[in-house]
């Protein structure tokens, strides 16, 4: 779950429906906890949420075990609009098992148990910029030995 600055909650998870409302792994809430109807996810996501970040301009990060948002191919990282639509990421990991997102102003943070992103080694943690490309500015290797699971 994450807070976005108006107060709204966005969830994630293993779902096919929250509040009523056909959301397949990812909703959005008002601060009442009503569904928010301006968020429109399509049909969401093929796999389980683990975790979501808000870039200051309010659009989303999602990390999971996932292949596709809205039908588009999206392993293991999406950026979402607001609104729910799918915005892309050039840089994806080999597989989709990405257990953390975090940002840090527009710099997304990744990790999870991949061996490349974006067909570049990285050792299960990884820096995207501001329009999903690999991050020249994050050192990468030589990462961890395994998965990283999650982070505070």
């Known amino acids: 779950m994450a ?20 959301r397949r ?11 928010d109807p301006t968020f ?3 049909t969401g996501f093929d796999g389980a949420v683990r975790s979501l970040a808000i870039r200051p301009d309010g659009m989303i990060w999602a990390g999971g075990n996932f292949t596709k948002y809205n039908n588009n191919d999206s392993m293991g990282v999406a950026l979402i609009r607001a609104d729910g639509t799918y915005v892309g990421v050039t840089a994806l990991p080999e597989t989709s098992a990405v257990n953390w997102v975090g940002v840090s102003g527009f710099t997304l943070y990744v990790a999870g148990s991949f061996g490349k992103i974006g067909g570049i080694p990285c050792g299960n943690i990884a820096a995207l910029d501001l329009n999903g490309n690999l991050s020249s500015t994050f050192v990468i290797l030589p990462g961890t030995n395994a998965s990283i699971n999650t982070s505070n």
């Open 3 to 22: 807070q976005q600055a108006d107060g709204k909650l966005v969830l994630g998870g293993k779902f096919t429906a929250s509040h009523g409302l056909a």
């Open 40 to 42: 429109n996810p399509g």
């Open 25 to 35: 792994n990812i909703a959005r809430v008002d601060i009442a906890g009503k569904p």
